[in-house]
């Protein structure tokens, strides 16, 4: 694993033989305290530390899944201390991801709210490919004493707006985290696909109209 204290664009990753490694950029937003960088470390390490600090990073993790391998970047965001939600969400960030996860605690409200500008904002602005999938975490399940939005709420909402969701413990299991970042990278290989195909058919379409263009002349 490879930790990169500024966020670096131009990431990169070769194998031992010296071939590029596929690669899936995955981008955690969401208010703080909500536990974006638990899930990052549990998915990493599969351990829970406890503390974090605040500190943004971009992890760089090689995944193996049906024995393919896969250059996965994580930007475990901060959100930014004293700022409207509007200006949360910074266009590097957005130009950045091939995918998104957007967290919330079910013991705050407020989370909760957030991840819901958060969402409308990214549709708005449109400044992420309608294709880009987008996940949004529930955490901290295991506090259900505490708990302040309900499943169904934090279900219905994800429906609406398009896209996937979770309830997850970072702190009790390792499980719900895998879950949810294998989901993503799933979702990022279909995304991956199927931009592949549109630049295919835009390709046939330029030289249709290139063949009829050159009749016309
Ligand atoms: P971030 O600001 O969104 O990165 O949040 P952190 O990952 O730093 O977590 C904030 C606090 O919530 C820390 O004290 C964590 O130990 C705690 N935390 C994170 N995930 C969970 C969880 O699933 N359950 C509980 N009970 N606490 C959690
Ligand atoms: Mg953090």
């Known amino acids: 694993m490879v930790v990169l204290d500024k966020p670096n664009l131009q990431l990169g990753s070769k194998t031992m033989d010296g071939n590029q490694h596929k690669e899936a950029n995955v981008l955690l937003l ?26 943004e990073s971009i992890y760089s993790h090689i995944d193996k899944t049906d024995g393919r391998e896969i250059a996965l970047n994580i930007w475990d965001s ?26 919330y605690s079910i013991c705050d409200r407020s989370s909760f709210e957030v991840v819901r500008q958060q969402v409308q904002l990214i ?10 999938p987008i996940i949004i975490v529930g955490n901290k399940r295991d506090l259900l004493h505490q708990r302040a939005v309900s499943s169904e709420e934090g279900r219905l909402f994800a429906l609406s707006a398009d896209c996937g969701f979770f309830e997850i413990s970072a702190a009790e299991t390792y499980h719900g985290v895998l879950l949810v970042f294998h989901e993503i990278l ?32």
């Open 78 to 103: 901060l959100y930014p201390q004293s700022c409207e939600t509007t200006e949360s969400i910074s266009d590097k960030q957005l130009q950045w991801a091939d995918g998104v996860i957007l967290v």
């Open 30 to 55: 969401g208010a703080e305290n909500v536990g974006k960088s638990a899930l990052t470390v549990r998915f990493l390490t599969k351990r829970f530390i406890g503390e974090y600090g605040d500190i």
């Open 186 to 217: 799933d979702l990022i290989k279909e995304s991956k696909a199927l931009k592949k195909g549109m630049v295919g058919i835009k390709g046939i379409v330029r030289s249709v109209s290139a063949v009829f263009g050159k009749k016309r002349e």
């Open 123 to 132: 549709r708005r602005t449109r400044k992420l490919s309608a294709s880009t």
